[in-house]
């Protein structure tokens, strides 16, 4: 397909050796792991491997890692399995106002269920203070959901100072890490993380793959009953070729993260720097320095964001408005409404992000279209 891609929040392309990787386990290698013949213990065998290189992906031991159907699977996991194990310790849930909604709309779930919740206000950057988050823990409180890095504007959370008070206070600690973990170098032990969500397709992995990791000895009470896979934690014969393609796709990135870092941050700058040369009207939404590396969220006044997508959707650059659930609907995001109160800022803001594939030259290509466009809408 030609056009510029820019959409990599949203979904990133599969590479070719994370294909490669899954094909014989559609072909030759299509034993159920559960199986005691040779089939199965081949597959229960990759299977394995496949648990111990995610494992240490993060600095977490082989038994820690459940596998799941992706991102939205292993919120709701670790935020409806924890609270329903702990309910009779408390039911008072913390999380922040500019959360997923695989987070916010599993939270809501649980208030209507009994839970009480707080949301924590973020600043303009959109960012939360860790003393907020020691400031709201209660006597009654279970849980902690905090996002590490989010998928609208970009903004990374202090997880490791949260992860401290967490661990004091004696409070699990969750957190959304599917934007970050691609280009964030990421240790649960280290920052006393107890669950953490991480999904395949925003790696360059298959869609409908993630994980959850969860830390050792913490009771998750189970959504899915039937067999006794995932020690018991989620029932149902394991996606196979998807895990050894999340394998493969790990891997890769373990490899590349930090050259990666470094490339999607340069990709970033560059396309700012070119809307500051060429003096079009721009604000940044979220931040600059305490920031992932490939989302980039930009604000043109006197546009409009319908206007702006359909426009460079014809000039060949595929781009968002910000969570793809937002997308299509008229109601403004719930991340950038958490961090400003400025309709115009809102309902003109566009969220580029970065990737495997994309180019410096695609990047320059885009943003001189993007202000072509920016200059034509303002002047009509
Ligand atoms: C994409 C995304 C999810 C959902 O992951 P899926 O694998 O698509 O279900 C959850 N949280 C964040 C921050 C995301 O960007």
């Known amino acids: 397909m030609s056009g510029i891609y820019l959409d990599h929040a949203a979904t990133s392309p599969t590479r070719e050796e994370v294909v490669e990787a899954m094909i014989p386990y559609f072909t030759t290698q299509y034993g159920?792991?559960?199986?005691?013949?040779?089939?199965?213990?081949?597959?229960?065998?990759?299977?394995?491997?496949?648990?111990?290189?995610?494992?240490?992906?993060?600095?977490?031991?082989?038994?820690?890692?459940?596998?799941?159907?992706?991102?939205?699977?292993?919120?709701?996991?670790?935020?409806?399995?924890?609270?329903?194990?702990?309910?009779?310790?408390?039911?008072?849930?913390?999380?922040?106002?500019?959360?997923?909604?695989?987070?916010?709309?599993?939270?809501?779930?649980?208030?209507?269920?009994?839970?009480?919740?707080?949301?924590?206000?973020?600043?303009?950057e959109g960012r939360i203070e860790p003393q907020q988050v020691e400031d709201a823990i209660r006597e009654d409180t279970i849980l902690v959901t905090i996002m590490y890095g989010n998928n609208e504007v970009g903004t990374l959370q202090p997880i490791q100072e949260i992860g401290k008070i967490t661990s004091e206070k004696e409070v699990l600690f969750h957190t959304d890490a599917v934007q970050a973990y691609g280009s964030v170098v990421i240790d649960v032990k280290h920052m006393e993380i107890d669950l953490l969500s991480v999904s395949a397709h925003k790696i360059n992995g298959p869609k409908g793959?993630?994980?959850?990791?969860?830390?050792?000895?913490?009771?998750?009470?189970?959504?899915?009953?039937?067999?006794?896979?995932?020690?018991?934690?989620?029932?149902?014969?394991?996606?196979?070729?998807?895990?050894?393609?999340?394998?493969?796709?790990?891997?890769?990135?373990q490899a590349e993260k930090v050259d990666r870092h470094e490339q999607l941050l340069n990709m970033k700058k560059r396309m700012l720097g070119i809307f500051k040369e060429e003096?079009?009207?721009?604000?940044?939404?979220?931040?600059?320095?305490?920031?992932?590396?490939?989302?980039?969220?930009?604000?043109?006044?006197?546009?409009?964001?319908?206007?702006?997508?359909?426009?460079?959707?014809?000039?060949?650059?595929a781009a968002s408005s910000g969570s793809a659930c937002?997308?299509?609907?008229?109601?403004?995001?719930?991340?950038?409404?958490?961090?400003?109160?400025?309709?115009?800022?809102?309902t003109s803001a566009i969220r580029f992000s970065f990737g495997y594939?994309?180019?410096m030259d695609e990047i320059e290509r885009a943003a001189k279209e993007t202000i072509r466009i920016v200059n034509r809408l303002t002047s009509m």
Do not use: C
Request: glycine share 10%; proline share 3%; charged share 20%.
């Open 32 to 124: 159920n792991p559960s199986s005691i013949h040779q089939f199965g213990r081949n597959t229960r065998q990759a299977l394995d491997e496949a648990r111990r290189v995610i494992a240490s992906s993060i600095n977490a031991n082989f038994k820690e890692i459940i596998f799941t159907s992706g991102g939205t699977e292993s919120d709701n996991m670790a935020i409806l399995g924890a609270a329903f194990a702990l309910q009779e310790k408390g039911k008072h849930i913390i999380t922040s106002k500019v959360e997923h909604h695989a987070v916010l709309h599993a939270v809501q779930y649980l208030e209507e269920k009994g839970f009480e919740v707080t949301y924590l206000p973020v600043d303009e």
């Open 357 to 359: 594939g994309n180019t």
């Open 209 to 253: 793959n993630g994980f959850l990791y969860a830390r050792e000895g913490l009771w998750l009470e189970p959504r899915a009953f039937g067999g006794e896979q995932e020690r018991k934690r989620r029932a149902g014969t394991e996606n196979v070729p998807g895990i050894m393609g999340m394998k493969k796709a790990v891997e890769l990135i």
């Open 326 to 346: 937002t997308a299509g609907s008229i109601e403004p995001s719930h991340v950038l409404a958490a961090m400003f109160d400025d309709h115009e800022r809102m």
């Open 279 to 317: 003096d079009i009207e721009y604000v940044l939404n979220g931040s600059i320095s305490n920031s992932l590396p490939h989302v980039l969220n930009v604000s043109f006044p006197g546009t409009n964001v319908e206007a702006m997508l359909v426009n460079l959707d014809l000039g060949g650059i």
